[in-house]
C-alpha cells in the first residue's frame, strides 16, 4: 500500500518558516490582539503564544473567549503584503509534480489569502483545493475534528493512507493521534519525537522509507 493523499500546510512548510511573510504575520495579528483588546504589545505577544497553545491558533482563542467575528480578523491579517515576500519557486513545483498523489492544502488561514500565496509561488494548479478553517468549520488543526472534516472534504475513505506535511510540531502530533500520516517539516530538528524531515525537498525519499512504518488500519465508511 502506498501513500494515497497528501495534504500540506500552507505558511511555513512551503516557503521557509524563518521567511519574512510570517513574521509579518505575526506582526499583523499581535496589533491586532492590541487594538481589540487595547493591551499592551508584550501582553499582545503573551496572549497570541497562550492561544495557540491552548487553542490552536489566535483566531479560535478569539472566537472562544471573546465571540469575535472571524472575518473581521481574517480580513485584517490578510492584508499583509504576500507578493512582496513570496516569489514563484521552481523547486518547490518540482518536488511537488515528483509526487503523484493529489495534493490538498490543509491551512488554518482563510481560502483568498492561500491562494495569494500559492500564486505568489507559481504552484496554485498542482492542487485540488484549498480546504481552509471555512471548510474546518472554523475548527484549527490540530483538532480531531479538523482532520475528520478535511478528509471528509477530500473524499477520504482510508485515513491511515493519507499524510499531513506540516511546519508545527502539535499538529504533526494532533494528525498522528488522528490517525493519518505526519511529518515536520523545519530547518531544525524538534524536541519532540515526531517524524521529521528539515526541507520539502526530503518528502519524497522519506515517504517512500516511512510507508511501511505505520499500520494500515484506520479505514471510514
Ligand atoms: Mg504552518
Redesign the pocket.
Known amino acids: 500500500m502506498t501513500w494515497k493523499v497528501l495534504f500540506f500546510?500552507?505558511?511555513?512548510?512551503l516557503y521557509h518558516?524563518e521567511q519574512g511573510l510570517?513574521q509579518a504575520i505575526g506582526e499583523r495579528i499581535e496589533a491586532f490582539l492590541q487594538q481589540l483588546l487595547r493591551i499592551p504589545p508584550a501582553q499582545a505577544r503573551a496572549l497570541r503564544y497562550a492561544y495557540a497553545q491552548r487553542y490552536g491558533t489566535t483566531l479560535r482563542g478569539l472566537q472562544e473567549e471573546h465571540g469575535i467575528d472571524p472575518w473581521d480578523y481574517l480580513s485584517y491579517i490578510s492584508q499583509v503584503p504576500v507578493e512582496r515576500y513570496l516569489k514563484p519557486d521552481p523547486q518547490l513545483r518540482q518536488i511537488l509534480e515528483s509526487l503523484p498523489q493529489p495534493k490538498w492544502i490543509l491551512?488554518?488561514a482563510d481560502a483568498s489569502y492561500a491562494r495569494r500565496v500559492l500564486r505568489a509561488l507559481s504552484v496554485e494548479d498542482l492542487f485540488e483545493g484549498i480546504l481552509d478553517i471555512e471548510t474546518l468549520e472554523w475548527v484549527p488543526k490540530p483538532h480531531q475534528r479538523a482532520f475528520q472534516r478535511a478528509w471528509q472534504a477530500a473524499g477520504v475513505t482510508q485515513p491511515a493512507t493519507t499524510l499531513l506535511v506540516?511546519?508545527?510540531v502539535r499538529?504533526v502530533q494532533g494528525a498522528l493521534e488522528a490517525g493519518m500520516g505526519a511529518v515536520l517539516v523545519h530547518p531544525h530538528p524538534p524536541q519532540t519525537d515526531v517524524p521529521w524531515i528539515p526541507h520539502l525537498g526530503e518528502l519524497p525519499r522519506w515517504m517512500t522509507n516511512a510507508r511501511t512504518s505505520f499500520p494500515e488500519t484506520g479505514v471510514i465508511s
Open positions: 500546510d500552507l505558511d511555513g512548510t518558516p510570517w491551512t488554518n506540516d511546519d508545527l499538529n
